[in-house]
């Protein structure tokens, strides 16, 4: 019983070191934004970011959220995105026909950082051809089959750009709430939430692109 408070407070100290990590990085695209584009343009960009802050902060209250409420933050953030980098990329998202997207619940904010980690660190840095995001929702029994795919640069060459620009190999801070929200949420409720992640390659080994698959297990909306 001590364990399972303790991981709980965990994990609520992990939400909210999560919302200010996210709240960052839209902030810095608002100003990039308003930057390069004109009043009506960023106005309008600012009145999406709103709407996307008040889904990010309902859906931050709970441990567990409507897999429709996550979607609509989700498609918000990419659009905003899309707009920020001037329609550089492409967006798509396909979610399975009989998947009943108000009654599933999963942890909030999951797929938000890897869906970010593909458009900075591999679509960003794309200097050929038109950049492709791709995010699936398949439904397998009690576990939902997330994918997350971009025809980027890669993890490779992201990499050493990144290591370029900060001089030391640092991990993404978003990446490791990430990963220790998903680690404290098998712990707490007993699942088995797994991650998998796909380098893809052409013929001659280089990178094009990045390929992740998370199995979240359906929580209960009851679940504490």
Known sequence: EFDS???????????????PHF????LNSIKNYALTKGP???ADYLTKFSHLIRLILQNSKSPTVMLQDELEALKLYVEIEDLRFAEKFEYEFRIDDDLEILS????????QPY??????????????????????????????????????????????????????RKKSLGMQITKNRIDLTNQLYNTETQVKVIDLKNKV????????IIDIPLLDRHVI
């Open 5 to 19: 408070k303790l991981a709980q407070i965990e994990m609520d100290a992990l939400r909210a070191q999560m919302n």
């Open 23 to 26: 709240l960052f990085n839209c």
């Open 40 to 42: 009506f343009e960023t």
């Open 104 to 111: 599933a619940h999963i942890p909030p904010m999951i797929l």
């Open 115 to 168: 869906v970010e980690n593909a458009i900075w660190h591999g679509l960003m840095h794309k200097r050929s051809g038109t950049g492709k995001l791709i995010v699936e929702i398949k439904n397998m029994g009690n576990v939902l089959q997330c994918t997350i795919e971009d025809n980027g640069i890669g993890r490779d060459k992201a990499m050493e750009i990144k290591n370029r620009k900060e001089g030391i």
């Open 205 to 212: 080994g280089e990178g094009i692109g990045t390929r992740i």
